[in-house]
């Protein structure tokens, strides 16, 4: 393949990613400005979720999930389909690492200070849960966030932010093994 149709593709695929967050945004900014943090739709059984994490070096995502109900923040990570490590062997789930970031199940700290910090999302700022991941409720249009470090390094969050990597990750879900996508 020559370097002109190579650019030519990569351009293309910018074009279209581009556009997808843009129309997602603007879908998403309408719906968002209408849905309260935490308030259950009373029309749909189906609840939504955006899980943010924030692995320590500058390197954030999100993750939009869906389920039924309430469920725990520790349910809600595990929904995300991230690759989590964790410990209960103080009978209840306490996250030691995600997609490899942090530390073995079998040693919770391994002699480092950071830890995954668990935090909600109230609007305008992250705040601390009183209880652990395994004893908090989320419901339907919660934002949770999850940060690697001795301190909380979560950014604030937008709704062009959510609405981007929710692009990305439908985007990479959408590659083939060789790289293309489609029948190309």
Known sequence: ??????????????????????????????????????????????????????????????????????????????????????????????????????????DSFCGNPAFWGYYSWDGSAWQSYSVGAGSSSISDGAIEGWSWGVTNTLAPVTVEFLAAQAALHWLMSQQQDVGSYGNV
């Open 1 to 106: 393949m020559s370097k002109a149709v190579w650019r030519t593709g990569l351009a293309l695929c910018g074009a279209f990613l581009v556009l997808f967050m843009i129309l997602f945004a603007l879908s998403g900014s309408v719906s968002a400005s209408n849905r309260v943090p935490g308030e259950v739709s009373p029309t749909s059984s189906v609840n939504e979720a955006d899980i943010v994490v924030h692995f320590g070096n500058g390197h954030m995502i999100s993750r939009h999930i869906t389920f039924t109900g309430v469920i725990s923040g520790f349910r809600a990570l595990e929904l995300t389909g991230l690759d989590l490590e964790v410990n209960y062997d103080w009978g209840f789930p306490f996250v030691t690492a995600i997609d490899g970031v942090g530390c073995p199940a079998d």
